[in-house]
């Protein structure tokens, strides 16, 4: 599980762990169990070494479930960081999803700004692939690749546009 | 603000109304806008979202209910339907999804009809069809009925068409809607040539890949400009990037 | 069972979706069947009437004119005879009422009936002293009812009553025999405005004077066996040349038009003619008119068949792709067939059948034999004969122009009629190229009518019939215009010729239908072209054509296909108006001219309003919707 996806949880407000795994359960769904939600523990440590959170001992119990875990200045800037990348990791969509949620229910950033940034990179890209795509003579093996290219960044960029269309919804509803 | 003198194109506050109070809907609505001589625009949204109703506007296929469109300099959206037609004769290209080519003309006759309506001799109007055939790659399919003819090289034939009588700008509404992948590119490959030799051209369409190509892009929603992104001059990322993010 | 009871569903339910091409369709068949129902009624009109006024009114098998009153006895005593009445002194007088003039022979009658000929009333009573009794026919021409006061010879008289008789023919026919012709051309030319009146004895009489003696009287003979009638004739009535004594020929009969104008040589002896030759002599009222209405009923089916094949092509095409339905649903050629025949057979025989209606309420106009009859007082019977006949008519043009392309509609594969968003237009290159030097109203015009050739051939058919009948129409009137003028004493009298009322009666009730369903056809067939037209105008103006120069586009088209038809129409009129009328004068070119230019502008007329209409709609909307 990336690190800052905890992270990210935990700029709201402190969290225990069990609370944390079942909000990334509630957000992704069946596909929790795919992407071992049960490994948080290991980021959460990982990320205390980094010194990006603190355990609260005030209000912790010996119990690792219901250990709390508060965020630091450092953390939240690398939150910071993190919402504002726009480099694409593929294929993994999980990712980006859980960017969107988690920025929502931090009130962090605007989830739709997100999209929008993100969907302008793509399309940069996806005009640089597609120029490339025209300028090859027909038939050439790159200009193969390069309509592959295309695609998949069609793909992206038709799922960037449901993502807005569902967060639009989602803000017109509240 | 550009430069009204290089500006093809340009729209204040235009905006189409049908029907009233309760009833009312907004298909365009208040949308500024201007087109620079020479630059590609495409126009994105969902269905519905008025893009072909603002396309229909720009080139005097339909009056709008309020604002202004000014083209070359001069104030459009109050001429008579004569003048309109002579606008769409001389300066406007129309390309359309389902081509629209007159299905009992061949190839040649059906491009040099808009020099034949403007009033050039036959034999001239003859004359520019063959260049434009040539220019698009169909200068062996002249005396082909559409129906014998590809989809991708019907509308190679409609863009032809479009550029009979010279005009300043060529409007495209979703010239790839009917094509598929392979036609596709083959269009694109020909908007792109003509837009390189100084095109100007507005396209709406729902595919980012015909989308991509343009240098500035415009997305609507309910009738009203949202968004707008220059394509142009993005990110530094070179071409290597993309196939090295595949891993 | 149920194969047959869906096609009658799917029929029904395409007809409720067309509802207006349906409701043209049975216009222009009953139209042409009302026609044929007029004609075919007025057929057999007068033979028919004629027998129940000779039954009405006793009337007589030999009439016989005699010169005096003693030529009787041999007559009334010969073999074979079983009744007579008479002799009737007949005398010559002038007749004057409301500024009218004419001449009359008055028949002197008993106050009883007599045995043989006593003429039944139609309106009042029979004669008294001082009343009179007109003829029918002549009291209609003259202007006379019941009741009137008329003069005769400057005598004052009361108009007791009017009736008819089976022992004369009409006006203006009637034929007093004392010569080897009919006596209407006694007064040295075509005088024919003579009737007949009845009065008392006495006031016959009371007419004649030493200047217009009574040289004339009427014996009417009723034999035991009315089928010796033309042998009784013959037997007594020998035709002397030259004067003197002796039964003459027996009574010529033909068009009153025709006969010449020479008095003959004057018979002393009686003249005698059969019932045969009056209800002859009857016919010749409603002859002309039948010589109109016949062709003017096959113009008029020929005129239904055109357009009924422009409107079945038309749904044609909308009808192609619901073809492809069907069968893709597995219904069968046949079934396909079935159901496009089942519905235009259906329609056919319905507007047969309002066509037959409406033919017998309107035929009283024209059936009503000169008044002189009797039993025409309401709408004549039409017999079984006559209903099948107009009933096939009907299914034979619904069958002309629906078989072809059922049959090509069944044989349509499946695939091609659901790809096939309308007949593919066909291309004439050659049109094309040619047009291409023309302005660009014609341009369009031309593109229109290439397009388009089967429906442009049938404009002009349509055209060429209607102005076929236009012409033959007008080539009639002047002929009957030439014939008036020479009819001076007709003009003269201020009376009217029921002949002449009669054929332009006619003339005016099919001219009124052909025209009517022409004027129906070219709206149809304009509407057609301009919904078909609708694309192309409509991507004509995205590239820049002006409406004006579209719509002037489409009526140019309309006129172009209409010339030819026009043209052709002309000689086509003359010669069908020489067949159906004999020793005729054609119309004036002038005539002819102004009817092809008026054609020509009336379509240009009709056409002006759809066009209009067809190339305002936004042209956003025509192309999407197109597209769709």
Same mark, same amino acid.
């Given at each position: 599980m990336q690190q800052e996806v905890v992270l990210a949880m935990l700029a709201?407000?402190?969290?225990?762990?069990?609370?944390?795994? &079942?909000?990334?359960? $509630?957000?992704?769904?069946?596909?929790?169990?795919?992407?071992? @939600? /049960?490994?948080?523990? #290991?980021?959460?440590?990982?990320?205390?070494?980094?010194?990006?959170?603190?355990?609260?001992?005030? &209000?912790?119990?010996? $119990?690792?479930?219901?250990?709390?875990?508060?965020?630091?200045? @450092? /953390?939240?800037?690398? #939150?910071?960081?993190?919402?504002?990348?726009?480099?694409?990791?593929?294929?993994?969509?999980?990712?980006f999803h859980l960017k969107l949620i988690a920025a929502a229910s931090a009130g962090l950033a605007d989830p739709i700004s997100i999209v929008d940034a993100q969907r302008r990179e793509l399309l940069r890209r996806l005009r640089d692939a597609e120029r490339a795509e025209i300028a090859e003579p027909e038939g050439s093996d790159a200009a193969l690749l390069l309509a592959g290219i295309v695609r998949r960044l069609q793909a992206d960029l038709q799922w960037l546009e449901d993502c807005e269309a569902s967060w639009t919804t989602r803000r017109k509803r509240q | 603000m550009n430069d009204t003198a290089t500006s093809v194109l340009r729209t204040v506050g235009l905006h189409k109304h049908y029907g009233k109070a309760e009833g009312l809907v907004r298909a365009v609505d208040d949308v500024n806008l201007e087109i620079a001589r020479g630059e590609a625009?495409?126009?994105?949204?969902?269905?519905?979202?008025?893009?072909?109703?603002?396309?229909?506007?720009?080139?005097?296929?339909?009056?709008?209910?309020?604002?202004?469109?000014?083209?070359?300099?001069?104030?459009?959206?109050?001429?008579?339907?004569?003048?309109?037609?002579?606008?769409?004769?001389?300066?406007?290209?129309?390309?359309?999804?389902?081509?629209?080519?007159?299905?009992?003309?061949?190839?040649?006759?059906?491009?040099?009809?808009?020099?034949?309506?403007?009033?050039?001799?036959?034999?001239?109007?003859?004359?520019?069809?063959?260049?434009?055939?040539?220019q698009v790659g169909l200068a062996d399919r002249g005396r082909h009925l559409p129906s014998a003819l590809s989809g991708g090289q019907r509308q190679r034939v409609?863009?032809?068409?479009?550029?009979?009588?010279?005009?300043?700008?060529?409007?495209?509404?979703?010239?790839?809607?009917?094509?598929?992948?392979?036609?596709?590119?083959?269009?694109?490959?020909?908007?792109?040539?003509?837009?390189?030799?100084?095109?100007?051209?507005?396209?709406?369409?729902?595919?980012?890949?015909?989308?991509?190509?343009?240098?500035?892009?415009?997305?609507?929603?309910?009738?009203?400009?949202?968004?707008?992104?220059?394509?142009?001059?993005?990110?530094?990322?070179?071409?290597s990037d993309l196939v090295a993010t595949e891993r | 069972m149920g194969t047959t009871l869906l096609v009658f569903r799917l029929a029904a339910r395409d007809v409720r979706r067309h509802v207006a091409q349906a409701a043209l369709l049975v216009v222009a068949i009953a139209a042409a069947a009302a026609t044929l129902t007029m004609a075919l009624a007025l057929n057999g009109v007068t033979s028919q009437p004629y027998a129940a006024t000779r039954a009405a009114t006793k009337g007589p098998d030999v009439l016989a004119n005699l010169t005096?009153?003693?030529?009787?006895?041999?007559?009334?005593?010969?073999?074979?005879?079983?009744?007579?009445?008479?002799?009737?002194?007949?005398?010559?007088?002038?007749?004057?009422?409301?500024?009218?003039?004419?001449?009359v022979f008055a028949e002197g009658r008993d106050t009883a009936p007599a045995a043989v000929d006593q003429p039944a009333s139609t309106a009042g009573t029979w004669v008294r002293p001082g009343g009179v009794v007109l003829e029918r026919t002549f009291a209609d021409a003259l202007g006379v009812s019941a009741g009137d006061r008329v003069t005769l010879n400057g005598k004052s008289f009361k108009v007791a009553g009017i009736a008819v008789t089976a022992a004369q023919a009409p006006y203006p026919n009637l034929c007093y025999l004392?010569?080897?012709?009919?006596?209407?051309?006694?007064?040295?030319?075509?005088?024919?405005?003579?009737?007949?009146?009845?009065?008392?004895?006495?006031?016959?009489?009371?007419?004649?004077?030493?200047?217009?003696?009574?040289?004339?009287y009427v014996l009417n003979l009723k034999l035991t066996n009315p089928g010796d009638a033309q042998a009784f004739v013959s037997q007594h009535f020998h035709p002397q040349a030259g004067a003197g004594g002796g039964p003459g020929r027996h009574l010529p009969v033909g068009s009153p038009h025709g006969l010449s104008a020479h008095a003959g040589p004057q018979f002393t002896g009686p003249v005698l003619s059969t019932w045969a030759g009056i209800a002859s002599a009857d016919a010749l009222l409603v002859q002309d008119a039948q010589s109109v209405l016949e062709p003017g009923a096959f113009l008029l089916a020929l005129l239904a068949i055109a357009s009924v094949a422009v409107l079945v092509g038309r749904r044609l095409s909308e009808y192609a792709r619901r073809v492809g339905v069907l069968k893709a649903v597995g219904g069968t050629p046949n079934l396909v067939a079935a159901v496009f025949l089942t519905e235009n057979l259906a329609l056919a025989l319905f507007a047969a059948m309002l066509g037959t209606v409406t033919g017998w309420l309107l035929a009283p106009i024209l059936t009503n034999p000169g008044a002189a009859l009797v039993g025409t007082a309401g709408a004549p019977a039409i017999s079984l004969v006559t209903v099948l006949q107009v009933a096939g008519l009907a299914v034979a043009v619904a069958l002309a122009a629906t078989l072809a392309p059922a049959i090509r509609a069944a044989r349509t594969s499946t695939v091609a009629s659901l790809n096939d968003a309308g007949r593919t237009p066909k291309r004439l290159g050659t049109l094309i190229r040619l047009s291409r030097r023309l302005p660009v109203p014609t341009l369009f015009a031309v593109r229109l009518v290439a397009r388009r050739p089967r429906r442009a051939l049938l404009s002009a058919a349509n055209i060429a019939v209607t102005v076929t009948g236009i012409v033959a129409v007008l080539a009639?009137?002047?002929?009957?215009?030439?014939?008036?003028?020479?009819?001076?004493?007709?003009?003269?009298?201020?009376?009217?010729?029921?002949?002449?009322?009669?054929?332009?009666?006619?003339?005016?009730?099919?001219?009124?239908?052909?025209?009517?369903?022409?004027?129906?056809?070219?709206?149809?067939?304009?509407?057609?072209?301009?919904?078909?037209?609708?694309?192309?105008?409509?991507?004509?103006?995205?590239?820049?054509?002006?409406?004006?120069?579209?719509?002037?586009?489409?009526?140019?088209?309309?006129?172009?296909?209409a010339l030819p038809g026009a043209i052709v129409g002309i000689p086509l009129g003359i010669v069908l108006f020489k067949a159906a009328v004999h020793d005729a004068t054609p119309p004036p070119p002038l005539w002819l001219a102004a009817t092809l230019l008026g054609t020509l502008a009336v379509m240009a007329d009709l056409t002006v309003v759809p066009a209009r209409f067809g190339t305002r709609q936004p042209v956003a909307e025509v192309l999407q919707a197109d597209a769709a």
């Amino acid at each position: 599980m990336q690190q800052e996806v905890v992270l990210a949880m935990l700029a709201k407000e402190p969290s225990q762990g069990f609370q944390l795994r &079942a909000r990334l359960n $509630d957000a992704l769904g069946p596909l929790s169990e795919a992407l071992n @939600a /049960g490994q948080i523990y #290991v980021t959460l440590g990982r990320l205390e070494k980094a010194g990006l959170v603190v355990l609260d001992d005030a &209000a912790s119990s010996a $119990d690792r479930e219901r250990k709390v875990y508060v965020i630091t200045a @450092a /953390g939240h800037e690398r #939150v910071g960081d993190w919402l504002a990348e726009v480099s694409w990791p593929k294929p993994d969509l999980a990712e980006f999803h859980l960017k969107l949620i988690a920025a929502a229910s931090a009130g962090l950033a605007d989830p739709i700004s997100i999209v929008d940034a993100q969907r302008r990179e793509l399309l940069r890209r996806l005009r640089d692939a597609e120029r490339a795509e025209i300028a090859e003579p027909e038939g050439s093996d790159a200009a193969l690749l390069l309509a592959g290219i295309v695609r998949r960044l069609q793909a992206d960029l038709q799922w960037l546009e449901d993502c807005e269309a569902s967060w639009t919804t989602r803000r017109k509803r509240q | 603000m550009n430069d009204t003198a290089t500006s093809v194109l340009r729209t204040v506050g235009l905006h189409k109304h049908y029907g009233k109070a309760e009833g009312l809907v907004r298909a365009v609505d208040d949308v500024n806008l201007e087109i620079a001589r020479g630059e590609a625009l495409a126009v994105m949204g969902p269905s519905g979202c008025g893009k072909s109703t603002l396309l229909h506007l720009l080139g005097g296929l339909d009056r709008p209910s309020g604002g202004e469109v000014w083209l070359a300099g001069k104030r459009v959206d109050g001429l008579s339907e004569r003048g309109l037609a002579g606008m769409r004769r001389r300066e406007i290209g129309f390309i359309f999804q389902s081509f629209h080519l007159m299905d009992e003309l061949t190839a040649i006759e059906n491009v040099e009809l808009p020099a034949l309506l403007a009033g050039r001799s036959p034999r001239q109007a003859r004359r520019r069809a063959l260049e434009l055939l040539e220019q698009v790659g169909l200068a062996d399919r002249g005396r082909h009925l559409p129906s014998a003819l590809s989809g991708g090289q019907r509308q190679r034939v409609a863009i032809a068409r479009a550029l009979a009588n010279e005009p300043l700008v060529v409007l495209a509404d979703e010239p790839t809607g009917n094509l598929d992948s392979a036609a596709t590119l083959e269009v694109l490959r020909l908007l792109d040539r003509l837009h390189t030799a100084g095109l100007t051209l507005v396209i709406v369409t729902h595919d980012q890949r015909v989308a991509a190509t343009a240098d500035r892009l415009v997305s609507m929603r309910d009738g009203a400009l949202v968004d707008e992104m220059k394509l142009t001059g993005g990110s530094a990322r070179k071409l290597s990037d993309l196939v090295a993010t595949e891993r | 069972m149920g194969t047959t009871l869906l096609v009658f569903r799917l029929a029904a339910r395409d007809v409720r979706r067309h509802v207006a091409q349906a409701a043209l369709l049975v216009v222009a068949i009953a139209a042409a069947a009302a026609t044929l129902t007029m004609a075919l009624a007025l057929n057999g009109v007068t033979s028919q009437p004629y027998a129940a006024t000779r039954a009405a009114t006793k009337g007589p098998d030999v009439l016989a004119n005699l010169t005096s009153a003693s030529q009787a006895k041999d007559l009334i005593h010969a073999s074979g005879v079983a009744a007579f009445s008479g002799p009737y002194p007949v005398a010559a007088a002038t007749i004057r009422f409301d500024g009218r003039t004419a001449e009359v022979f008055a028949e002197g009658r008993d106050t009883a009936p007599a045995a043989v000929d006593q003429p039944a009333s139609t309106a009042g009573t029979w004669v008294r002293p001082g009343g009179v009794v007109l003829e029918r026919t002549f009291a209609d021409a003259l202007g006379v009812s019941a009741g009137d006061r008329v003069t005769l010879n400057g005598k004052s008289f009361k108009v007791a009553g009017i009736a008819v008789t089976a022992a004369q023919a009409p006006y203006p026919n009637l034929c007093y025999l004392t010569t080897n012709t009919c006596s209407f051309i006694i007064n040295n030319g075509n005088s024919r405005d003579m009737g007949v009146i009845w009065m008392t004895t006495a006031d016959a009489i009371g007419l004649t004077s030493k200047a217009n003696p009574l040289t004339l009287y009427v014996l009417n003979l009723k034999l035991t066996n009315p089928g010796d009638a033309q042998a009784f004739v013959s037997q007594h009535f020998h035709p002397q040349a030259g004067a003197g004594g002796g039964p003459g020929r027996h009574l010529p009969v033909g068009s009153p038009h025709g006969l010449s104008a020479h008095a003959g040589p004057q018979f002393t002896g009686p003249v005698l003619s059969t019932w045969a030759g009056i209800a002859s002599a009857d016919a010749l009222l409603v002859q002309d008119a039948q010589s109109v209405l016949e062709p003017g009923a096959f113009l008029l089916a020929l005129l239904a068949i055109a357009s009924v094949a422009v409107l079945v092509g038309r749904r044609l095409s909308e009808y192609a792709r619901r073809v492809g339905v069907l069968k893709a649903v597995g219904g069968t050629p046949n079934l396909v067939a079935a159901v496009f025949l089942t519905e235009n057979l259906a329609l056919a025989l319905f507007a047969a059948m309002l066509g037959t209606v409406t033919g017998w309420l309107l035929a009283p106009i024209l059936t009503n034999p000169g008044a002189a009859l009797v039993g025409t007082a309401g709408a004549p019977a039409i017999s079984l004969v006559t209903v099948l006949q107009v009933a096939g008519l009907a299914v034979a043009v619904a069958l002309a122009a629906t078989l072809a392309p059922a049959i090509r509609a069944a044989r349509t594969s499946t695939v091609a009629s659901l790809n096939d968003a309308g007949r593919t237009p066909k291309r004439l290159g050659t049109l094309i190229r040619l047009s291409r030097r023309l302005p660009v109203p014609t341009l369009f015009a031309v593109r229109l009518v290439a397009r388009r050739p089967r429906r442009a051939l049938l404009s002009a058919a349509n055209i060429a019939v209607t102005v076929t009948g236009i012409v033959a129409v007008l080539a009639f009137h002047a002929d009957v215009d030439g014939k008036l003028g020479g009819a001076k004493y007709l003009a003269a009298g201020g009376l009217s010729d029921p002949v002449i009322n009669r054929d332009e009666q006619m003339l005016a009730v099919v001219t009124v239908m052909l025209v009517t369903l022409a004027a129906l056809n070219a709206i149809f067939t304009t509407w057609a072209t301009v919904l078909d037209a609708r694309r192309s105008s409509a991507l004509m103006r995205a590239l820049g054509a002006r409406t004006r120069q579209l719509s002037a586009g489409l009526v140019v088209a309309q006129v172009l296909s209409a010339l030819p038809g026009a043209i052709v129409g002309i000689p086509l009129g003359i010669v069908l108006f020489k067949a159906a009328v004999h020793d005729a004068t054609p119309p004036p070119p002038l005539w002819l001219a102004a009817t092809l230019l008026g054609t020509l502008a009336v379509m240009a007329d009709l056409t002006v309003v759809p066009a209009r209409f067809g190339t305002r709609q936004p042209v956003a909307e025509v192309l999407q919707a197109d597209a769709a």
